[in-house]
């Protein structure tokens, strides 16, 4: 193993994922729109992540040694403001409620946040890039 290496980052939000992040990771990387885990809103995130650190713990590293991130496929009016656990969805709604996401993640030491700004072509895509930092980014 190349030493230092780069940071590995582990994606998944089932139990083997969380596993592997918690014995392997330097960082868990989930998408929190997966149908079968859902980790769509801040409770579903935050238990998501205590669980990570108990795994850690039990793999014998340092609980906070697995940094977080998040993985955001939709946002906005894309995204049905209202989740099955009757909790706000994250991302969803207007640019101020993504707001106020972006800083609760923040809050709970989230270190990088991956967005998709996939559209039907490339001008599309870095015209919605620019357009999220203009109206979020730029007023966090």
Same mark, same amino acid.
């Given at each position: 193993?190349?030493?230092?290496?780069?940071?590995?980052?582990v994606g998944g939000e089932s139990g083997p994922s969380l596993r592997r992040a918690a014995r392997f990771g330097d960082a868990?990387?989930?998408?929190?729109s997966n149908s079968k885990h859902l980790l769509d809103t801040l409770p579903r995130y935050r238990a998501g992540i205590a669980?990570?650190?108990?795994?850690?713990?039990?793999?014998?590293?340092?609980?906070? &040694?697995?940094?977080? *991130?998040?993985?955001?496929?939709?946002?906005?009016?894309? @995204?049905? /403001?209202?989740?099955? #656990?009757? !909790? +706000?969805?994250?991302?969803?709604?207007?640019? &101020?409620?993504?707001? *106020?996401?972006?800083?609760?993640?923040?809050?709970?030491? @989230?270190? /990088?946040?991956?967005? #998709?700004? !996939? +559209?039907?072509?490339?001008?599309?895509?870095?015209?919605?890039?620019?357009?999220?930092?203009?109206?979020?980014?730029?007023?966090?």
């Open positions: 193993m190349q030493k230092p290496h780069p940071p590995i980052w868990w990387y989930p998408i929190g669980r990570l650190r108990q795994l850690t713990a039990e793999a014998g590293r340092e609980p906070a &040694s697995v940094a977080l *991130t998040y993985r955001v496929k939709r946002y906005g009016d894309a @995204v049905a /403001a209202k989740a099955s #656990d009757g !909790e +706000r969805r994250l991302f969803s709604g207007a640019n &101020s409620d993504i707001i *106020t996401d972006l800083q609760a993640l923040s809050d709970l030491g @989230v270190n /990088a946040i991956d967005i #998709d700004f !996939e +559209r039907p072509n490339p001008e599309e895509s870095v015209a919605e890039m620019r357009r999220f930092e203009e109206q979020v980014i730029s007023r966090l």
